[in-house]
């Protein structure tokens, strides 16, 4: 047993002791007490339990959510598992992650998707199923959406590609709208990844200086602008919630922006690489610096951190994306685009963005979980009667980024090496600490 659990009983109730309570309703001090069932029972001084976790030094926050992970399973499990990305989530804070429907096969239909729900039973992290909008993410013909959302699915995307034609996304944007009988009145989101196949095939990078450079074809920050334009205008005229996945161009933040201050029901999320690293990173040839959308120019990253600090951009998402070594091996053209970044997401947040921490947290916890429809479980305040899904972060903490110390079964950090501040110590999943003192228990 880790230093920091003090368990007599091996069950019980659990008091987390000595750390800084922020949520979405401000900041104290105070120790957390949580019952057998998982349950916050009282918020306050000198609480104590069964057993105890310490929280010395550390800031207790709601558990991170993050709206974009590919888990892999089914079909690509050397990669990774549901079991191994729910541990890295657990190491990053996360206690709910929504998974991509890009596996093999395609999370399209109820038999695929029961299959992950039942493979997500007893994981370190809750995970949460997208769904695909068209079937196989093929771009022609919509998926089942109103079996999917009797299954629960509530985030409907084809990430890794866009839906490519306007009619059949503005077929699906209508279709979410009237399937609030099928989710109990829970809200449906579109996902998007804004990818313009016609402008973006061909190109491995991002179309720019750097691309010439390197005689890499690029990919032009249109392909991703565009889409954006097309989608904000497809949720005017449907009504439909549409979320803007992996922003990266200045130019798609600034009509997210316009869009918003409409009042049209977008929001949008960025990841940690589009906010820390630029194309330049590509100047090594090393296929670790391949993703999509591509990372971009020193502006771009400006305006996307200046979206997360004005409330323009709703969350940090990683996009944990893993690959096997051998193939990220490959040259810059062949190599599969993706990074690893559950268990960064946190530190690389606290050490590159000026912003302050409860910022940080509402950027990786309570806001996604709204756009998620999962405030009642993750996310919301920390007080008597909610759910004890939690996150006890260093905040201060220094560290080295090493992927072969991942719990991700990939090794592709574009972070390799790097020193970040910050850096998750305890998370709690239904009053179970599912890592102690950075050590994961399942
Ligand atoms: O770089 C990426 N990798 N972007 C995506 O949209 C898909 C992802 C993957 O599945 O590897």
Request: charged share 20%.
């Amino acid at each position: 047993m880790s230093a920091s659990l003090t368990d007599n009983t091996q069950k019980g109730t659990l008091a987390i002791r000595g750390g800084r309570v922020i949520d979405a309703t401000g900041e104290r001090v105070a120790d957390v007490l949580i019952d057998e069932s998982g349950r916050i029972v009282d918020v306050g001084p000198d609480l104590t339990g069964d057993r105890t976790l310490d929280a010395t030094g550390c800031v207790v926050s709601p558990g991170f959510v993050d709206l974009h992970v590919h888990l892999r399973q089914p079909g690509r499990e050397e990669a990774e598992t549901i079991e191994t990305g729910a541990r890295g989530a657990a190491l990053g804070g996360f206690t709910a992650v929504v998974a991509m429907p890009n596996t093999d096969p395609t999370m399209d239909c109820a038999s695929v998707i029961r299959d992950v729900l039942a493979l997500s039973r007893g994981v370190a992290c809750d995970v949460f199923p997208s769904a695909a909008i068209t079937v196989g993410r093929k771009g022609e013909a919509l998926t089942p959406m109103a079996e999917l959302v009797g299954l629960g699915v509530r985030m409907f995307t084809d990430d890794g590609d866009g839906v490519q034609d306007d009619r059949l996304m503005r077929r699906a944007l209508e279709y979410t709208v009237g399937l609030a009988p099928f989710s109990g009145g829970a809200p449906i989101t579109l996902a998007q990844h804004c990818e313009v196949k016609a402008l973006a095939e061909g190109g491995f990078m991002h179309e720019g200086a750097w691309s010439s450079r390197l005689g890499i074809p690029g990919q032009p920050a249109e392909a991703e602008v565009i889409m954006v334009m097309r989608d904000i205008a497809l949720a005017r005229r449907t009504g439909a919630r549409v979320h803007f996945q992996h922003v990266s161009c200045a130019d798609s933040v600034a009509l997210v922006r316009a869009a918003k201050a409409h009042g049209l029901p977008v929001t949008a999320e960025a990841t940690p690489h589009h906010f820390c690293l630029t194309d330049a990173a590509c100047a090594s040839y090393d296929s670790v610096f391949k993703v999509h959308p591509p990372l971009r120019t020193d502006a771009d990253v400006a305006a996307i951190r200046a979206g997360l600090a004005d409330g323009t951009i709703d969350a940090i998402a990683t996009d944990h994306a893993p690959h096997p070594q051998h193939l990220k091996e490959l040259p810059f053209d062949e190599a599969p685009a993706g990074m690893l970044g559950l268990e960064t997401a946190l530190a690389l947040a606290l050490t590159e963005l000026d912003l302050p921490l409860a910022k940080v947290l509402a950027l990786l916890s309570w806001q996604p979980a709204a756009i998620a429809n999962l405030d009642a479980v993750h996310g919301g305040a920390i007080v008597a009667g909610r759910p004890a899904n939690l996150a006890i972060i260093d905040p201060d903490v220094t560290w080295v980024v090493r992927g072969d110390a991942m719990a991700s079964k990939s090794r592709n950090t574009p972070f390799e090496g790097r020193t970040l501040r910050g850096k998750v110590r305890h998370t709690v999943l239904h009053g179970e600490p599912v890592v102690v003192d950075g050590e994961p228990t399942r």
